[in-house]
């Protein structure tokens, strides 16, 4: 007798077409937050709040309620929709454009007022959708189509570590940073999510991952060396680990 | 909650208070906003009462997370509002933007200030064209109520939360520095409108249906066309059900003075006071600047000899009056760049000018 | 018949109070009504002042260029306000903080130490009650009872212990002695 070892989650529209860019992240990404979803029991009573990016159809892939916000404002959107409705479960899916540059002031407030939340947030050190420009997590010395000779301090200042900033939010739970680069570091990144979801279902606060990403397109790279172009270069400076857990 | 300690007697009240205790009345059952003068009275009145009611409340960031916070909360099918005034209603237009186009209920009580820029705190209606050309972009419309009273504040704000839910489009109370800084004695009563039915396109959970989607994003140019085709409907419903106005003595006036808000009041008597030197003058006075009442303006301009608005901005209604006139008869401007609005001397010294 | 009246002073002399016990006592007597403030940019110590205009009918204006009453707390609010009196109008004004000198001989005045009787009372901050005290004794347009309901109406639940100094603040502004002056 057969025996079904793997299947699409139930969190996860099976009839629809993926437009991730082959080798990017986002797909894994998403796929883990519908498992975690699934695994919590909480798909019927959970709301995304989505962003703008290569995020931005989040919500033609996850199966919940959606409510699209405009660039940055997904923690807006998502305090709105959670101090309405405070039995549900709510989360965003934010680039790390939306959520740590045209988004800061969301966040961090967000995360400052321990808003019942869970934000996921794909670091990629670039801004995918709109053709790989410098943003605020960058590397130094990173070319991208706005800094032609990589980035520089003089003209562009420093790349933000997110999940530390948010883990310095008094009103944060969870805040960790994750990569998907092996499946082992895919398994301690769903546990991260999983424990992100945690912290609001128990009230305790804000929960926030932040996931270290390839964008094999924009870096012009085959998907193995995007990884491990995460792991040599982007792991030294965006360190993988919890920075906070009061779970 | 029930207008029983209230219901039945005049209570002296300041515009700002009125709108936030209307709203309260209303259902309101969540505020999101930021400070500015003159209009900070609304949030703090609402910091405390929405708490003691166990609504939702927060000190928003910026204008920008306060606009979002209400389209988040009105997203799950509940009335919400945020306020503000002129320069930083300007930062909620991309918001307002999207809420049309999310087809989203948002309630915004705009109290104007001086502008351009920072301006001043004093009263002024330079935000018509704010509110009824919209500073956000694409094709879109939101549906504006200029109160001229502080009762009006509470009628209106009423009104505003019905018309955002019936016609699932943001509304806003565009009142002023003055309205929101003067009392008036006024009577609350409970939210006279039905309750809109919101269960067939709020965000509550996808649970025993298909998981909803509230979104602008349009990546095909074709379905974007149905779209607007369909939102240009609604507001051609609007335009043909909602226009509400006031007019005195146009039935025989020579001139109309046309005046919205805090002005109509001073234009009044301006026209009383014609009306006592022997010059037939009447009033209208919109109280709905969108949808305007084109039709009404149109059909008066075929027996009056002339218009004249009067408003506390450089000339914005005069452009839509003369549109609705069509060149019927002519349309002049009696005007005050900001402040209290001009006295009635002054507006009948300058329509003497004007004959 | 449409009055209005002006009550100026300090931020902080409470004038703004004055001018709601004041609407609020014509709201009561079954009047129309409106009250309108002006503040400097200062929260406090700049000069302040309020408009009340009461009518029989709907009020014909908010901000009028000019006053039947004005109660002046202080000298720069005497100064400001003093042209701003229609011919046979009222200036009532505070005499321990502004001059006795009547530059216009078209208007009627009223001059009272108002601090100092406030202090009498026992509460420097009764000033302003005590003016409205004056007031109500030199325009007759409102009486004494319907103001002290006003007070009851605008002075919160938690200041209510407030109240009888108020009431005497009043009291005594309208048995100032208008002979003497």
Known sequence: MATQVFKLPESLKGDVKYSFCPGCDHGIAVRLVAEVIDELGIRENTILSASIGCSVTTYDFINVDALEAPHGRAMAEATGIKRARPDKIVFTYQGDGDFASIGLAESMHAALRGEKLTAICINNTTYGMTGGQLGPTTLLGQVTTTSPTGRNVDYYGYPIKIAEHIALCDGTAFSARVSLDTVANIRKAKQAIKKAFEVQIKGLGFGFVEILSTCPTNWKMSPQKAHERVRNEMMAVFKPGIYKDQT | MTTECLTNKKVLTKGNYAIAQAAILAGCQC??????????????????????????????????????????????????????????????????????????????????????????????????FQATKGGGNGDYHLIVLAPSTVQEC????????????????????????LLGQMMEP?????????????????????????????????????????????????????????????????????????????????????????????????????VTLYPFPNKRLHELAQKTKKFVTVEVNMGQMVNDVRLAVNGACPVELVNKGVGAPPSAAEIVSKIEELL | MEKNFIIAGFGGQGVLLAGEVLANAFMLAGKHVTWYPSYGAEMRGGTVNCEVVMSDEEVSEVNKSDADFVIALNQASFDKFLSKIKKGGWMIANSTLAREIKTRTDINYLFAPITKLAEDVGNIKMANILALGLLVKASRLVNLETLNQALDTVIPPHRKNLLPLNIKALKIGYEYDLLTV
């Open chain 2, 154 to 177: 509470v009628d209106l704000t009423y009104k505003a939360f019905y018309l955002a839910q019936k016609y699932r489009n943001p509304a806003v109370l565009l009142a002023d520095g």
């Open chain 2, 186 to 286: 006024v009577e609350f009563y409970d939210y006279p409108y039905p309750e809109i039915d919101t269960s067939s396109w709020a965000l509550t959970g996808a649970k025993g249906r298909e998981a909803r989607i509230i979104r602008s994003y349009a990546p095909l140019a074709d379905n974007q066309c149905v779209f607007l085709e369909k939102l240009y409907q609604k507001y051609k419903v609007i335009e043909e059900n909602e226009v509400e106005w006031e007019e005195i003595n146009t039935d025989d006036a020579d001139i109309i003075l046309v005046s919205f808000g805090s002005t109509s009041r001073n234009a009044k008597t301006a026209m009383k006071q014609l009306r006592e030197k022997g010059i037939k003058a009447g009033l209208f006075r919109p």
């Open chain 2, 31 to 128: 505020y999101f906003g930021y400070p500015i003068t003159p209009q900070s009275e609304i949030g703090e009145f609402m910091s405390g009462k929405m708490q003691e009611l166990k609504r939702g409340y927060v000190s928003a960031e910026s204008e920008l997370a306060a606009i979002n916070m209400t389209i988040g909360a009105v997203s799950t099918g509940v009335k919400a509002m945020t306020s503000s005034s002129s320069c930083a209603v300007a930062l909620m237009q991309e918001g307002l933007s999207y809420a049309t186009a999310d087809e989203l209920p948002v309630v915004l009580i705009s109290v104007m200030r001086g502008g351009p820029g920072l301006g001043n705190i004093y009263p002024s209606q330079g935000d018509y």
